[in-house]
């Protein structure tokens, strides 16, 4: 499978981060000689452009990833559920099919060997009574692919909270999912 496709990544991410590094420089070496408050601005503005690129770079997938999927019945692939996880869009078909589009390929629809999936199981994120983190989890031809169900950025749900329990069921179903496209893809 192809992840990085240089000649689609080259004019989004690496001449934007050449650009961020030149600038930083400036700030760094130049521009205090001449000005602070113009170094000041010049560093911050390199720190958006790297901060920035792989919001686009996520952006630009999932616009070409919708325009793909009108494509899909065309090419004779069905899905019944998309997910986005680890930077890639995944797309399972209850026949036996899985397709991704990576972030850093997004120009292609590949198709994954389910045979190649293993370890498909629920992760509670479980510590002491609570939890910050709900996922499938599954690993993809030997990565680890999350689909996160809950994420809570401060502190801890209990595992008792409704919240966690919706999480739980809903990750529970999605490697129930897999578990079933794993198995007809056998058949």
Do not use: H, W
Request: aromatic share 10%; charged share 20%.
């Amino acid at each position: 499978m192809k992840k990085f496709n240089a000649s689609y990544l080259l004019p989004r991410a690496g001449i934007p981060a050449t650009i961020a590094v030149v600038i930083a420089i400036l700030a760094f070496v130049l521009l205090p000689k001449l000005n602070q408050v113009v170094s000041g601005i010049a560093f911050f503005v390199a720190i958006g452009i790297i901060v920035t690129i792989p919001m686009q770079l996520e952006s630009k997938m999932k616009k070409i990833a919708a325009e793909k999927e009108k494509d899909f019945p065309s090419q004779g692939f069905a899905y019944q559920y998309k997910f986005q996880a680890s930077n890639a869009v995944y797309y399972i078909d209850q026949g036996g099919k899985m397709g991704v589009i990576y972030c850093y390929n997004p120009t292609e629809l590949q198709f994954v060997d389910l045979n190649n999936v293993t370890n498909v199981r629920v992760n509670d994120g479980k510590f002491g009574a609570g939890t910050s983190r709900v996922c499938c989890e599954f690993l993809l031809e030997g990565k680890k692919v999350r689909i996160t169900t809950l994420k809570v950025s401060r502190g801890t749900l209990s595992m008792k909270d409704k919240r966690v329990l919706e999480a739980i069921s809903k990750a529970d179903q999605l490697c129930s999912m897999l578990n079933t496209a794993k198995a007809n893809a056998k058949a």
